[in-house]
């Protein structure tokens, strides 16, 4: 199975909030993400919570296609570093938000939510 490859760094599933809460909650002080997304509704791509999609961090990417292959898509969304920070592009649109903005962002929502 892709998670328990050791290529395999780590996995989200996309179910509960869509592709751009997913993203976000792997996002911390020392890890962030560039993504680029080829579409024309970005709305749909990042906040869809399709059951069964699964966001894969990996050092092996052939690894991934290999195991989904004719099982399922595989896309590849970008890349991880060390920023700290999530840079998205899609469409025409650009957003960029430091670990610290989106804690924040989550703090808020836990509060109302109390």
Do not use: N
């Amino acid at each position: 199975a892709v998670a328990d490859h050791e290529a395999t760094l780590a996995t989200h599933d996309v179910s509960h909030g869509g592709l751009a809460v997913t993203l976000a909650e792997m996002v911390d002080e020392d890890a962030g993400a560039t993504v680029s997304l080829d579409t024309d509704d970005p709305v749909a791509v990042l906040f869809h919570e399709q059951p069964g999609r699964v966001v894969v961090e990996t050092t092996d990417p052939a690894a991934v296609r290999d195991a989904f292959d004719g099982v399922a898509p595989v896309t590849t969304l970008g890349s991880a570093d060390g920023s700290g920070t999530l840079s998205v592009e899609a469409g025409d649109a650009s957003l960029q938000f430091d670990a610290e903005t989106i804690a924040v962002h989550r703090d808020v929502i836990d509060e109302a939510l109390e």
